[in-house]
């Protein structure tokens, strides 16, 4: 992946096992919990690229979220501010290799940011 390409999208849901269900039967994504991220069944779609996840369903989360590569969250957040965006939620670490972060754009869509490689070292 780099710079600017989308990387995941969750979907929230407020039935795990019937999203999981439906999301399978209907497009025939491979759909499971990885260790570590119980909870939140990541998807793959048959073209082994596009993913995401399920994930619970809350006040600030109603809409499936996209998220962007991006070299730099920090760099990328300033970028927003300056723009007229706002920060949801700064760099946060999942691994000790990638990071991701929440803004919204001047119209009130949230984006996410991720930053980061699945390799460790």
């Not at 990885?34 to 809409?63: C, H």
């Amino acid at each position: 992946m780099a710079h600017g390409d989308i990387t995941h999208i969750d979907i929230p849901v407020t039935d795990m096992d019937r999203a999981t269900t439906f999301y399978g039967n209907l497009f025939g994504w491979q759909i499971a919990e990885v260790p570590g991220y119980e909870g939140y069944p990541m998807w793959q779609a048959p073209n082994k690229i596009s993913g995401g996840g399920l994930a619970p369903r809350s006040d600030g989360f109603t809409q499936p979220r996209s998220y962007v590569e991006v070299d730099s969250i920090d760099e990328t957040l300033a970028k927003v501010r300056d723009a007229g965006g706002t920060v949801v939620m700064d760099r946060t670490e999942i691994s000790p290799t990638s990071w991701w972060a929440i803004f919204t754009d001047p119209d009130g869509n949230h984006v996410g940011l991720y930053e980061g490689t699945t390799e460790t070292g």
